[in-house]
């Protein structure tokens, strides 16, 4: 074999194929484009980038196709049938190798919530309200400093937070949550949920931006959502701390909604003999792929027909590139 080209022709396409199918980390999905003009051809070709994507990212296989953004006024080139396909296997190559990039580093992760859609219930609206939750704070005041769920007489009655981010479509790679603490007739409670579950994922209706309020709370309901990807449960610790929750791997939320269902009760208040969940602070941790990607709805109906569309804006591409 004089070249890796004559390598490929040697195996065949099929074999080759499932050759570079094993491959786990896409640096090295990167380096094979650079062996040759061939190899590189064939990785573009094959949409190895895609598969691998696809692979490590599952929620990428949600987007039923690309739609490229074009400058105003630009001329439909008038080329043949396969000069089309080369070219949109280049740009399917290129949006691939820079999502896989994201699944190789967390660098660049920020605090990403934009603002409350709504709670499951409140107990005190709206001294003790879902908004509580956005900033950190410090529970000088009780009622302002957390948000707290209605009483139950069954602690399996769950809980829910859902926020909306920044973005519609990021990497979110952690979600962190401190429970509330109180104290009350010389007892210390910390109103923690047993368990905890994210859901991530887009709204089928318009989401209010407005600050939430009780008439809003049918808005959390799961059947107005599509989820896109839905997390293990997590034990968390009955402490009164900003607690972590990695998530497996990075997941790639397609609509910017984020669910935080709090399962199990764990405090009895003695004051009325009713189990409480309180949250004090809930943060989202993510990385967005705007300008050069973002999600597009436009051809949904109500949540369903056609699919979201994964957009992609290549006049900002020399600012974003990251390689392939």
Not at 182 to 207: M, Q, T
Request: glycine share 6%; proline share 5%.
């Amino acid at each position: 074999m004089e070249n890796g080209s004559d390598l490929l022709e040697w195996l065949g396409r099929d074999t080759s194929i499932r050759v570079f199918s094993y491959l786990e980390d896409p640096a090295d999905l990167v380096r094979a484009t650079t062996v040759s003009r061939s190899w590189r051809q064939f990785v573009i070709a094959n949409g190895l980038s895609k598969s691998l994507c696809t692979k490590l990212c599952p929620d990428v296989s949600y987007f039923s196709g690309i739609k490229e953004i074009t400058p105003p006024g630009t001329v439909q080139l008038d080329e043949s049938n396969s000069t089309t396909e080369w070219r949109n296997h280049e740009r399917d190559h290129k949006i691939y190798t820079y999502i896989n990039s994201f699944l190789v580093s967390t660098e660049g992760a920020t605090s990403c919530i934009s603002h409350c859609i709504g709670a499951s219930s409140t107990d005190h609206f709206p001294q003790e309200s879902i908004e509580n939750t956005l900033e950190p704070r410090e529970e000088v005041d009780w009622n302002q400093s957390h948000w707290s769920s209605v009483g139950e007489v069954d602690p399996a009655v769950p809980e829910s937070l859902m926020y909306l981010l920044n973005y519609d479509l990021a990497f979110v790679d952690e979600i962190m949550i401190r429970p509330s603490q109180e104290f009350f007739l010389n007892e210390d409670y910390i109103y923690s949920s047993k368990f905890v579950r994210f859901k991530l994922g887009h709204s089928k209706l318009p989401i209010t931006t407005a600050v939430f309020n009780l008439q809003q709370s049918h808005q959390i309901a799961d059947e107005n959502y599509v989820w896109t990807y839905i997390s293990p449960q997590y034990p968390m610790e009955q402490e009164n701390v900003l607690q972590s929750f990695k998530l497996p791997r990075p997941v790639l939320c397609i609509g910017a909604v984020v669910k935080v269902e709090l399962l199990g009760r764990v405090v009895k208040h003695d004051f009325d003999d009713l189990f409480y969940i309180c949250i004090c602070h809930v943060q989202v941790r993510g990385r967005t792929l705007l300008p050069l990607l973002a999600a597009d709805f436009s051809e949904t109906v109500h949540g369903h027909g056609g699919g979201v569309l994964l957009k992609y804006n290549p006049m900002v591409w020399g600012r974003t590139r990251i390689g392939g």
